[in-house]
């Protein structure tokens, strides 16, 4: 194998795969973050939950928001926190057409209430219902007009409970209190704007009464076997959601009832579409563990990793202050002719050799535009003076005069020059390229 043929060998990855893969790499993230944009609104608007994963953080509880993505210990939940943001979870979300049916949408994103229900069977589970359209988010005003049909809140809760007959309730005044009563016989006031409540002769009222329930402890439909039997159901978000938590007493409520009922455990406001939850112990015991990966790492096997990363350090370090950092360029074809060229002009810059460094420009600014115009299978035979000033009398009549003049000047030049009128005819030279590049 010749010398040019080594150089020219491909030692990785060509371009185009590179630039492949960044173009998949980013594909990907848009995705995602077109995917998760909508969410991200969501629980940063008035109608979301951000507000309360932080005040429960504040006040020593722990808490955080899941969105899904990996696996969760489920014998580390006290409670999962699950807001309904979809009054038709059996049907998919019709994207609105106009700006009209978005103000009024009830839904959303889809989730579906198999997810929830298996959810609520393996952890305790707090069920946050809808109770506003897309209006009050996008416009920031909540007012009746706005809140979900109540026929559709009654279907989720009868199916999640396994009941009949709940009836989902409307306050007759624009604010409404609800008397609570703390873990510490604390006395407590929620107030709620537009209340919406609940009946449902199974529940037992938590935050209100058995007519009108604003949180209730509601059986678990089909629960069979499961670990759960119960389900905590919150009708109207905003004794809780990041627009309600500033009224009242309602932020020292919903740390009361979420504390109290979570424990030590930990609180997760769910916001994901799938059950991730695992159960560890009913998980099959794998023969080889992370902890038999880990040994290799320990002693005294830890002391030849450390030997090793030690010399490994050391020969980068040596290799780097002997022969500097790899360059790939100059091992590509073409690159000593490239550094005698440069070698030249700097020698003839330096003797003050300046008319015939301009010639010399000249020449090569010449052969770049012959290059740029016909490409390199043409270049060469375009690349001279003569054959370039054909062409441009050609293609460009009204600029082969000046061109012939200024290369005519050029050659005309001394070999010392002063280094402004040297400018002068390279700017008279470029004007007239970059006129004939642009029109061509």
Known sequence: MSESTANTQAKGPSLETAVIALICVAVLIAGWYILSQRQQVLRRSPAGLDGLQVWLVKNGASAQNFAGGWLMDQTGVGLLVVPLYDTLPESGRDTPATKEELLQQQDEYDLDTIVISEKAERVPTLLVLPKWRSGMRLTGLAHPVLKVEADRLQAIVD??????????????????????????????RAEIYAAQTFANESCRPIVGDTGAMLLADCPLANAGDSEQERILVLSDPDLINNHGLRLGDNAGIALDVLTETAGTRNIVIDYSRSSWLRDPVSEPRRERTWEDLLRF???????????????????????????GPIRDEEAGPGTGKDLAVQARGRLMRLSGQ???????YATARISATASALFGPAHARHYAGEDAFLTYTERRHPALAPRLRAILADIRKLPARLPATEAIQHIDQLEQVLEQITHDA
């Open 159 to 188: 199916k999640i409970t396994g009941t009949r007959g709940t009836k989902i309730g409307a306050a007759t005044r624009a604010f409404t209190d609800f008397r609570y009563r703390s873990q510490a016989s604390e006395p407590l």
């Open 297 to 323: 790492f320990g002693p005294p096997f830890r002391a030849l990793w450390l030997g090793g990363a030690l010399l490994l350090g050391l020969a980068l370090w040596r290799g780097f202050s002997r022969y």
């Open 354 to 360: 300046d008319g015939a460094l301009v010639r010399e």
